[in-house]
């Protein structure tokens, strides 16, 4: 048995962290894995995209709008999200001259480019996305005419090649601008 004799707190603290650090097991180490490319997965115009997390501030479900006049009709007018008056853009209608029908799953991405927040309306939203990065591919063949000019490469997975879009990029296309909005 142990003796125990008087020292100080200070001594007595020193030596049990000590035999603490000397007992320690270490931390194993941590499995990186390989690098992953975090996307948000959407559909549009029947095929499937992906933009970089970083690029969409929101998802929701699609607003209440208040159309504009004089405007193409790819504009789908200006809604009011969170006291901010976002104008909601069909990217679809604007480059394949179709407009998106409108469901329960629709969704507008909302993208911030410096001080202005533009929606998105897609078909759908399929939620986060984790790509290896490895698995990135610069071919976008097999995609919609109108996708061609907006894809900057591919991942292929769950089934479905998802063209990797730069929402960003794509608000400040000269369309867009031509607006005035």
Not at 100 to 106: A, D, Q
Not at 153 to 172: C, E, M
Request: hydrophobic share 45%; net charge neutral.
């Amino acid at each position: 048995m142990m003796a125990f004799t008087a020292r100080d707190p200070f001594h007595l603290l020193r030596e049990i962290e000590s035999r603490a650090r000397q007992y320690a097991a270490g931390l194993p180490k941590a499995d990186e894995g390989p690098e992953v490319w975090p996307g948000v997965g959407f559909a549009m115009g029947g095929a499937h995209f992906v933009t970089e997390v970083g690029n969409v501030t929101e998802m929701i479900t699609v607003p209440r709008l208040t159309r504009i006049p004089g405007v193409p009709a790819w504009v789908r007018g200006i809604a009011n999200i969170r006291g901010t008056l976002v104008p909601i853009l069909d990217a679809y209608g604007c480059l394949a001259a179709a407009e998106t029908k409108v469901s329960r799953l629709s969704r507008v991405l909302v993208v911030r480019e410096s001080d202005t927040s533009t929606g998105i309306l897609v078909d759908e939203v399929s939620g986060l996305k984790h790509f290896p990065v490895t698995e990135r591919s610069r071919d976008t063949d097999g995609f919609p005419e109108f996708a061609r000019s907006i894809v900057d490469g591919s991942f292929q997975a769950d089934g479905f090649r998802w063209g990797i879009l730069d929402v960003r990029s794509l608000v400040k296309r000269s369309e867009f601008f031509q607006l005035g909005l």
